[in-house]
């Protein structure tokens, strides 16, 4: 049976005459926040070595006061932790803030939900009001939810289960790390997706839309790469010259970790494909490129090329050359 964490609270001498309290855990405990185990917390305030009047000690008395406090209140957590009880102060803690912390490093997408999420509890949500009711009732708002950006506009069947998929995933997380009670998963119904038709560039269009001037140098180039290589535009904003490398049949390839997926890919890419990066340099391949372009200059250049299909950034991936280019390299490269 594990052997339940003591919690000791220690004091450590600094500068000027004074010592910095900090509870010492034995054996060490897991920091929610880096995942790494850890002996030390450190409280953030000190008391005075040696006080030297009444003012002093009645200053150490009420630090080590608060100090014990603080050390009984992680002594209760480490229990309850370690024999998944929930904390009870957890409860009353801040669950917008904790979804808000959980976006940091995250595709845009959780960013969107967390804004959805916001709304919907009006901007305040503890962790305790995070039931499968509510849940279920953030599920409803989803179906009838408009667009944020574009807010005349009902969001899209795959928008809605993307995002309700995502705030599931948070669920998931919330009660594998025994910050909720119940795993809320286990009662919602999922939102399915919808087949959707997508449109694409054909080989004839793709020639035609790379002969348009745009007024954009960076946009056309980054479009076209798209094209060539089926990559998102989160991918090839955050693409540097440190992921082009040479692949084993010394053709072009990028190495990258899509952001969408957090996988690890080689993709082999075509000579012109290679040639759109343009010179070679240090930092990202594609600066200057911004989410604004992808909208209204876009469209200009498209519609100045003649196409008459609704392309975006993201359907203009769905190249239908591109696929199979990719995968006759890859079978040069593996055979």
Request: aromatic residues 10%.
């Amino acid at each position: 049976m594990a052997t339940c964490a003591k919690v000791y609270l220690r004091q450590k001498p600094i500068t000027k005459g004074r010592m910095s309290l900090y509870l010492d855990y034995w054996p060490a405990v897991r920091n929610p926040h880096t995942g790494r185990l850890s002996r030390r917390e450190f409280l953030g305030f000190y008391i005075y070595a040696e006080p030297k009047n009444d003012i002093e000690r009645d200053y150490n008395e009420a630090m080590l006061t608060q100090g014990e406090l603080i050390r009984c209140r992680r002594q209760e957590q480490v229990i309850n932790k370690q024999f998944g009880f929930m904390d009870r102060h957890q409860e009353k803690a801040d669950f917008l803030d904790y979804f808000k912390k959980m976006c940091k490093g995250k595709p845009q997408k959780w960013e969107i939900v967390y804004r959805h999420f916001e709304i919907f509890v009006k901007g305040k949500c503890l962790f305790e009001e995070v039931t499968v009711e509510l849940c279920t009732k953030f599920r409803e708002y989803l179906l009838t939810a408009n667009n944020l950006r574009l807010t005349h506009r009902k969001l899209s069947q795959n928008s809605i289960a993307g995002d309700f998929s995502t705030f599931r995933g948070l669920l998931k997380v919330a009660y594998r790390d025994k910050l909720l009670k119940e795993n809320i998963n286990d009662y919602l119904d999922k939102i399915e997706w919808e087949d959707v038709q997508k449109e694409y560039l054909t080989q004839d269009e793709l020639i035609i839309l790379a002969k348009t001037p745009c007024k954009i140098d960076v946009l056309k180039r980054a479009s076209l790469f798209s094209c060539l290589t089926g990559l998102r535009i989160s991918d090839i904003e955050n693409l540097t010259w440190n992921n082009l490398r040479i692949a084993p049949d010394k053709g072009p390839c990028v190495r990258i970790r899509t952001q969408k997926t957090s996988t690890e890919a080689i993709l082999p890419i075509s000579y012109e494909a290679l040639e759109l990066c343009g010179e070679r340099g240090e930092g990202k391949v594609f600066k200057g490129l911004t989410r604004s372009m992808i909208n209204v200059p876009l469209k200009n250049w498209i519609e100045a090329s003649g196409i008459k299909k609704h392309i975006t950034f993201h359907t203009s991936r769905h190249y239908d050359l591109s696929f199979p280019l990719k995968i006759n390299r890859l079978q040069k490269i593996t055979s």
